[in-house]
């Protein structure tokens, strides 16, 4: 079956390789000289100013409160919002967004949030090095949803360069052990890994790297893609590689992936093993992995339970493995929406982490839940 499975993936990229090759030339040219000039651009009734968030927004079922809640967040933080919308807008909705907003461009959805936000920045281009801190979020999370950890003033407070929220690929990947015997007491982490990036659904760049010219001509010469893996590797993972070997620039996140291990060293082990039965993993490996020590783990050591939920935490992206823990015991304020559409034991945990929320923030969250399918699937 498995030998069959990848005759058919071999045969797959063979008849796409034309396109591929096509689209690795002249996509991004394709979007500049034809889909790029359907943009309708629009100013709000906010001024502009020198910290900029560009916001990416695809709201399949119209504008959701939550779209409006991390505009205002921005706003009270004192950054101007330029929204752009992946797709076109309900001209109510448009007012709504206007009114809280400095701008708002309407575009094709080429390219995903990275198509987005080359054009946000293209836009910028005149003000980019008079801009004191440039943030790119896009709605792939609810955001804020906890107080108390907040992402803007940790930017304020670290002054980096470079930050995300979490990062990926940095914590050493190898086969997954059979028993707690050979479950590694200690997971390195290095960011100098080839694949390690920051998460993208939200960035910060400094003034330092909006200054760089080599900055503008990243963005300006983005390969555009509408197929996701294409866009992870020269945008999700390509920003933060180019970021690293250019010019010495300090990065690092809000959830610090190296210090995990000693931040859930603080809890009893009582408190640990309630950690390892939320982790969110929607891969058959890792099911198969939590499956074969579901009966032992409670005899495990409080090191030993670490060791597992490192482990798993290697294999799996931090903002989903860890979802539950970081929200509710670091009062983490990103929650990805995928969860829910993941599969059911996923879909049921998210639901238990958002209703841990506050009144407001856990009915707003239900109410775009239950318009949209992709995330209601496996809820209802």
Request: glycine letters at 4%; proline letters at 2%.
């Amino acid at each position: 079956m498995k030998f069959f499975r990848e005759v058919k993936r071999i045969v797959k990229q063979f008849i796409s390789l034309p396109a591929n090759i096509i689209g690795y030339f002249f996509s991004t040219i394709y979007y500049d000289a034809f889909l790029s000039k359907k943009k309708k651009i629009s100013l709000g009734n906010i001024p502009f100013c020198k910290k900029i968030v560009i916001y990416v927004i695809f709201p399949i079922n119209g504008l959701n409160d939550s779209h409006l809640n991390t505009i205002n967040y921005f706003f009270k933080k004192k950054y101007s919002v330029l929204v752009i919308s992946n797709r076109k807008l309900y001209q109510e909705d448009k007012k709504k967004i206007k009114t809280i907003s400095w701008a708002l461009i309407e575009r094709e959805n080429y390219g995903y949030d990275f198509g987005g936000w080359r054009d946000g920045i293209i836009f910028l281009k005149e003000q980019l090095k008079s801009i004191e801190n440039l943030i790119l979020i896009n709605d792939s999370t609810w955001f804020p949803i906890n107080k108390g950890n907040d992402f803007v003033d940790f930017i304020a407070e670290s002054n980096l360069d470079f930050i995300g929220a979490t990062s990926h690929y940095g914590l050493e990947r190898f086969h997954l052990p059979r028993d707690k015997e050979n479950l590694k007491s200690e997971i390195k982490f290095s960011h100098k890994k080839a694949n390690f990036y920051y998460s993208s659904y939200v960035l910060s760049f400094s003034n330092r790297i909006l200054n760089d010219d080599k900055f503008l001509k990243f963005w300006k010469r983005m390969r555009l893609s509408n197929k996701y893996n294409v866009i992870v590797r020269n945008g999700e993972i390509g920003i933060s590689q180019w970021v690293f070997k250019n010019g010495g620039y300090t990065h690092g996140s809000l959830i610090d992936s190296s210090q995990i291990s000693q931040v859930l060293n603080k809890f009893s082990k009582e408190k640990l093993f309630e950690i390892s039965q939320n982790l969110i993993v929607d891969s058959y490996e890792l099911k198969n992995f939590m499956n074969s020590f579901s009966s032992s783990i409670e005899s495990f050591s409080k090191g030993e339970i670490i060791s597992y939920i490192m482990t798993i935490v290697s294999k799996q992206i931090i903002v989903f493995s860890l979802a539950d823990f970081l929200v509710r015991e670091l009062n983490f304020p990103f929650l990805k929406k995928r969860i829910f559409n993941l599969d059911e034991d996923c879909a049921l945990k998210g639901k238990k982490i958002v209703e841990s929320l506050t009144e407001e923030v856990k009915k707003n969250i239900f109410l775009e839940i239950n318009r949209n399918s992709n995330l209601n699937k496996f809820l209802n």
